[in-house]
C-alpha cells in the first residue's frame, strides 16, 4: 500500500507570490517532512503538464529503438559520466554497503549533465525536449530553495550562488519489463542536493520508514521530492537522507521515472550552514567541495573512475 505518512504539500504559495501566512505553513510541513522523512510531494508546482508529458514520451520513444540507435548515445561503461548506459553496469546498492558482490540494477539510463548532452540522430526532435524539461526542472528548483531558505532561516537568495549554475542532472530511467520480476534499483541515498522524480504512475519505489520499506506513490501531476546526502551534510544532520529503493512489480510491466539530481557546483566549499548549529546539535562535518563529495559517492557504484568538471560558480 502506499505511504500514507509521505505528506503531500501544496507549494502553489511560492509560485503565484501567495500569501505570507500560506508560506508560512507550507515551510512548516516542508521543515517537518524533510526533519523526519527526508521525502515529500508536491503539488500545485507550476510545471506545465504538457512540458512532463513531452519528455516521458520522448524517453520511451528512444528506450523503445534497437540497442545499437540507443548505443549511439553510450560514451563510457561508467554511470557518472553521462549518456546512454545500457544493464548490467550500475550497482547503486554498493554506495551503502560496498559490497563488490551486489548483483547490476535492472535498469537502462540516459544521462544528460553538464559535461555530456548527447542526442540521438534517430530522434532529431529530442533536443528541444529535453531543454524545455531541464529549463522547468531548474524554475522548480529555485522554488524550493526559497522555502529551504525560509525554512532554515536563511536569507532568500542563499542557494542562488551555489548553484549558479549548480552541478544539475537529468536522468531517464528505464526499467524493461520482466518475465520474472527481480530487483530492480538496490536500496541506497541519493547524493547530493533535492531529487525531483516525476514517475509514470506504476508502483516499485520503496522508502525505509523506520526498519520497514514501504511503497511510495504519486499522486497524478505531482512530484516526489528526497533529500540527498550532501544536503543532510549541509544541514548538520538536521535534514534526513533517506534510504529508498524499486523493487519488482507485475510481470511484464515496463517503468519510467524522469529524475532531476540537483547540487552546487563542484568547486564549492561549502561548510555546515549556521543555522543548523546549536549547543545541543555542534557541528558535525568539516568543510568540503561538492564536486569531491559527489566523486566519492559516484565511484563507490561503479568499477571505473569519475572524472568531473569543476563547473565553477561565477565571479563575484
Known sequence: MAVQCIPVISIGSFVTSGKEEEQKVCV????????????????????????????????????????????????????????????????????????????????????????????????????????????????????????????LKLKDDFFTYPYSPGWNVLRLAYYPAQEKPKMRYGAHTDYTGFTILKTDGNKGLQVLIGEKFEDVVSPPDCFIINLGDFLERWTNDLWKSNVHRVVPQAA????????????PNNDILTQVIPSCITKENPCKYEPITAGEYLKMKLERTTEGKIALSKSKAPEQ
Open 252 to 263: 511484464n510491466t515496463e517503468r519510467l521515472s524522469l529524475v532531476y539530481f540537483t547540487g
Open 28 to 151: 512548516k510541513q516542508f521543515d517537518e517532512a524533510c526533519k523526519k522523512y527526508g521525502f515529500l510531494i508536491i503539488k500545485d508546482h507550476g510545471v506545465d503538464k504538457e512540458t512532463i508529458s513531452n519528455m516521458e514520451k520522448m524517453a520511451l520513444k528512444f528506450f523503445h529503438q534497437p540497442t545499437e540507435t540507443k548505443m549511439e548515445c553510450n560514451v563510457s561503461k561508467t554511470y557518472g559520466v553521462g549518456g546512454y548506459l545500457p544493464q548490467g553496469f550500475e550497482k547503486v546498492s554498493q554506495s551503502l554497503t560496498k559490497n563488490k558482490e551486489s548483483k547490476p540494477d535492472a535498469v537502462e539510463s540516459f544521462v544528460f549533465n553538464p559535461n555530456v548532452h548527447k542526442y540521438p540522430s534517430a530522434i532529431p526532435e529530442f533536443q528541444s525536449v529535453v531543454d524545455e524539461y531541464e529549463d522547468a526542472m531548474h524554475l522548480l528548483l529555485t522554488r524550493l530553495h526559497r522555502i529551504c531558505a525560509k525554512a
